[in-house]
């Protein structure tokens, strides 16, 4: 019989395993700062759930901010995520973070094809905190041109279908607000107009749209950006094994369409495959509203499985358990396709817009529709009794879904009939129809919509204060009639409903690590060769969630650290 064949092997310098921010900003740092990198993702494109994101960090300081005037000490955003941490407050982190985040973005746009537009409108989650933010503290990809990334555009992931318009992304913000005024405002409708044709003339040409944005456009810079260093990123190539030598993680073998391969790494190694979103084992263990680890629909990319985590245990390494909460929450629908599979959409944008209500299945409001969507669901959980499934639905009228949408429904002129067969979207002619047809119980929802009314009316909602912070207002529509730009009446038929159930963005428990993102083993000391970052690393906000952004910025920032202490090069302080 033939003699079993080794694995064939490769060198490098620092091995990545994983393409989203996390572990492309590791590896575009590193090659910068002279290391031979490669960045091994096991799905057929890479970009990981990065690629399907909104594309912002949270990033106090930065410099965008800075050049328009806002400036503010360290001891501001250290105090606010002080008082939201609380004991989970990991002060040698959380300060790693807080002064090298803004060194990152000043390296990634000085030295890279990356750039970046400001948030210096957008506040903190939790207005009412001690230092929350109103303004400066975030930073988002500016729009990135595809051809830059020549034929390996092919293998970047492209954004998620239902959240795009016949795969266009839309960025947030200014052109948001375009896209839902279209048929309103001739300015708007001349915009979008405009960018349909230009991306139907990419569709033509190149068969997909090439004027990336949001979480694309930052996979996208950081993709060329590593390529153009001498980096390199291969698809297809699972990680099944870490490779040590005398105490020390020296690389990895993985799986490949052409067999096995050794990869050996001088350097180390970094885990930052997406944590667990789709590991039904880990769910079963770590989050308690999914008993059977099947209960949560996470949004992330199908292929984050647990990977990493696996691979850092078995040289020594712990996961956390101890967070205030193990996932990124998030409300998610289930979409059906075409094909027969089901796509989870989050539910990020609609929630504060005027005249939408969440009930639960007793027809209730039970929280906030405005605030984060990592709140929205804890207010969820917090009110589903004790052994049953934790759903809710989002109701709003006609003149809601044709203005705003809801959910992947697209608003006018997108048509509903097809949300509508697959019983996606539920539609009734009064209250009590469109109760009937979620299964409520009899009067319920009237009851409670009648309420919503009078209090959008006032402009006042006594009941959950909704539309009081600035970032309920923000995410609200400043252009609405009613004293609130949150609240209008739901008062003309047909209404519509979705259901919502639990998911998430991505998760928060992670391998433990140090401020320099070394990987820690049982005793707290660090293994040596062996990095985490991006949603492999345990969270730094401890399971809480005081801002948007706050899993990009410090997967960006992390990273750059990590390639810094692999490479032996001193950080500035």
């Known amino acids: 019989m033939p ?37 091994a993702e096991k799905e057929a494109q890479y970009g990981g759930t990065t690629a399907w994101s909104g594309g912002w960090m949270w990033i106090p300081r930065n410099p965008l901010a800075v050049e328009a005037g806002i400036q503010e000490p360290i001891s501001e955003p250290l105090a606010y995520l002080r008082h939201e941490l ?21 390296f990634f746009r000085s030295r890279t094809a990356l750039r970046f537009i400001d948030g210096n409108a957008i506040p903190d989650f ?24 020549g034929a390996r555009i092919a293998d970047l992931k492209p954004p998620l279908a239902e959240t795009t318009l016949w795969g266009m992304g839309i960025a947030s913000g200014a052109e948001l607000r375009h896209f839902l005024h279209a048929m309103r405002s001739p300015a708007s409708f001349g915009y979008v107009t405009r960018r349909v044709l230009a991306h139907w003339k990419d569709l033509l040409l190149h068969r997909r749209g090439l004027r990336l944005v949001n979480g694309n456009a930052l996979v996208a810079g950081l993709a060329a950006s590593l390529f153009e260093a001498g980096g390199e990123i291969r698809v297809q190539h699972t990680a099944r094994r870490l490779l040590q030598a005398q105490g020390q993680v020296t690389g990895a073998v993985l799986s490949t369409p052409r067999g096995d391969i050794e990869i050996h790494a001088t350097r180390g190694v970094l885990l930052a495959a997406g944590g667990f979103p789709h590991d039904a ?15 949560h629909w996470s949004a992330a990319a199908r292929g984050n499985t647990g990977d990493g985590l696996r691979l850092g245990e078995s040289v020594g390494a712990t996961v956390a358990t101890d967070l205030a909460q193990a ?14 599979s089901v796509a989870h959409f989050p539910h990020l944008i609609e929630r504060a817009k005027p005249g939408l209500i969440a009930v639960t299945r007793a027809g209730r409001r039970f929280t906030n529709e405005a605030d984060s969507y990592h709140d929205f669901m804890q207010g969820l959980l917090a009110a589903t009794p004790t052994g049953e499934p934790a759903q809710a639905w989002l109701v709003c009228d006609h003149a809601f879904i044709r203005h705003y949408g809801l959910g992947a429904v697209k608003p006018a002129p997108m048509p509903l009939g097809g949300m509508l067969a697959s019983g996606y979207l539920q539609r009734g002619a009064t209250l009590a129809a469109l109760a009937q047809a979620c299964g409520m119980p009899t009067g319920a929802l009237e009851a409670t919509v009648a309420r919503h009314n009078t209090q959008a009316q006032q402009g006042r909602d ?29 008062a003309r038929g047909p209404f519509y409903a979705v259901k919502v159930v639990p998911g998430s963005l991505g998760t928060f428990a992670g ?17 040596a060769g062996l990095y985490a970052g991006g949603n492999d690393m345990n969270s730094l906000m401890g399971g809480h969630y005081p801002s948007g952004g706050i899993t990009l910025g410090p997967a960006m920032t992390f990273g750059f650290i990590a390639a810094h202490h692999a490479a032996g090069t001193p950080l500035s302080t």
């Open 281 to 295: 084992a880990r769910k079963k263990a770590l989050l308690p509203h999914a008993p059977s680890g099947t209960e």
């Open 126 to 149: 939790h207005g009412r905190t001690p230092h929350a933010g109103t303004g400066g503290r975030s930073v988002c990809a500016a729009p990135f041109d595809g051809r830059r990334l």
């Open 511 to 527: 391998l433990r690590a140090n401020e320099h993102a070394q990987v820690l083993d049982a005793l707290g000391q660090p293994i």
């Open 327 to 340: 996932a990124a929450l998030a409300p998610v629908s289930l979409v059906p396709r075409a094909d027969g």
């Open 462 to 490: 006594d009941d959950f204060a909704k539309g009081e912070t600035p970032y309920n207002r923000i995410q609200g529509d400043s252009a609405n009639p009613w004293p609130n730009p949150c609240l209008a009446p739901i």
């Open 3 to 39: 003699a079993d064949r080794s694995p064939s092997s490769t060198h490098c310098d620092l091995l990545v395993i994983g393409s989203g921010a996390g572990g492309l900003s590791a590896a575009v740092t590193a090659a910068h700062l002279g290391l031979k990198v490669i960045v």
């Open 86 to 106: 609380g004991e989970r407050f990991d002060e040698a982190r959380v300060r790693a973070f807080l002064e090298q985040g803004p060194r990152m973005v000043d």
